[in-house]
């Protein structure tokens, strides 16, 4: 721990200088994942993955259009993996392994745990988006949509009740010439009949597949165009910098209201259109990091060993701003889901897929007799956006090397 005497053969005299050494911008990402002959487990574990990644999607490419990539016929289960799937499964891989050199060091895990879990707000955040994770990633496999039943419209959640006359059928208990709520409906139902609590668990999905899969996409981009940038200098700053002047002026709605006038209204193409044209504002941030970790000795001695530019950014400059990088992904994340929720709201959205935004707005016309159907995926969409804001409050504390412990 970070307050024993020693460790690793070296004194450790005043226990938070050594918190201080070990930031998360500090962390000698290669140093620690090293092996034998320059490779390491990881990089090698990474290459199995993206060879397993290739091999199944080559084997989904070659089957038949009606076939579902994954099925077992004794536990009658089917998964037809799409486009955005896929998308998301190369998402996790990569934030897994990104993941890898920071949490096989211990003593610098626990100590941004320690700072994290200072803000209660933010380790609640994370246990309930944790869950949110893996209810609509996972959960949903095991789940049917919702299907249409007329004759279960309007249905109450349980332990309440309404007017026996607002539902078509009452599938609950009628008391007192009102409907209560059923276990079998736990959240109520849709004027279409169609369960909440179901079509909430497939929101959860679609809102993680927008967040995390166009987030990554625009980190990537931001990233290598500032680090770039700062690095570079002269021209090249100049004309990067300009061009995310312009892309951050373009009306990026109205270029999706023209795909989806050619593609329809496709989350695949809505995940592509905010992940390559939401990265300019962190693209500065990044830029602005870099320049000044561009003026570093190592920097300046690296290059003068010989090292090219491209391995200088990558090696040197990048790890050094991945604070900065960790906390401008968090807080991107709520504003994606918020504008897919947006454009889902006002029918822009695939209509197949069960959408918050799309729930909410089916249940706008009905606030008077059934109010929880815009409610209920309303809470889940406003706790969901605040716990990711919390969490990135956290990290910004946690990872910014100018908060010092104890201060």
């Known amino acids: 721990m970070a307050g024993d005497g020693r460790e690793d053969g070296h004194d450790i005299a005043d226990p938070p200088a050594e918190s201080e050494r070990e930031r998360f911008e500090d962390v000698d990402w290669e140093a620690i994942d090293a092996d034998d002959g320059g490779r390491s487990r990881t990089r090698l574990a990474a290459l199995a993955a993206v060879v397993a990644y290739a091999l199944a999607l080559a084997y989904d490419l070659s089957l038949p259009a009606d076939r579902p990539t994954v099925e077992v016929g004794s536990l009658d289960f089917a998964w037809d993996v799409t486009a955005v799937d896929w998308l998301f499964v190369a998402t996790l891989l990569t934030l897994a392994f990104a993941l890898v050199p920071l949490a096989r060091n211990r003593r610098l895990t626990a100590y941004y745990w320690r700072r994290f879990r200072r803000h209660t707000p933010a380790v609640v955040s994370l246990a309930y988006l944790a869950f949110v994770f893996l209810l609509g990633s996972v959960g949903t496999l095991f789940l049917q949509p919702p299907d249409l039943n007329v004759a279960a419209a309007y249905q109450p959640p349980v332990f309440l009740s309404v007017d026996a006359a607002v539902p078509t059928e009452c599938v609950g208990p009628v008391v007192d010439g009102r409907c209560r709520g059923t276990w079998r409906y736990p959240l109520g139902t849709t004027a279409e009949g169609k369960g909440l609590l179901a079509l909430a668990i497939f929101g959860m999905r679609v809102s993680m597949q927008v967040g995390l899969i166009a987030t990554l996409i625009s980190i990537a981009i931001a990233t290598a165009v500032g680090a770039t940038a700062a690095y570079a200098g002269g021209w090249v700053d100049e004309a990067l910098m300009r061009y995310v002047d312009i892309q951050q002026t373009f009306p990026t709605f109205f270029l999706f209201l023209f795909l989806a006038y050619l593609f329809g209204g496709s989350l695949f193409v809505l995940i592509v259109i905010f992940g390559v044209t939401g990265w300019g504002g962190i693209a500065r941030i990044v830029r602005s990091e870099a320049l000044q970790r561009s003026e570093e000795p190592y920097v300046d001695a690296a290059s003068a060993a010989g090292a090219s530019g491209p391995w ?96």
């Open 312 to 407: 200088i950014v990558w090696r040197h400059v990048v790890p050094n701003v991945s604070n900065s990088i960790v906390t401008a992904a968090t807080l991107n994340i709520p504003i994606l889901i918020l504008s897919e929720a947006a454009l889902s709201f006002i029918g822009l959205g695939n209509a197949t897929l069960p959408s918050w935004g799309q729930t909410i707005a089916a249940g706008r016309g009905d606030l008077a007799t059934a109010w929880w159907v815009s409610t209920v995926p309303g809470v889940f969409l406003f706790a969901t956006i605040l716990a990711f804001n919390f969490v990135g409050d956290a990290l910004r504390d946690a990872l910014d090397p100018r908060q010092e412990v104890g201060r």
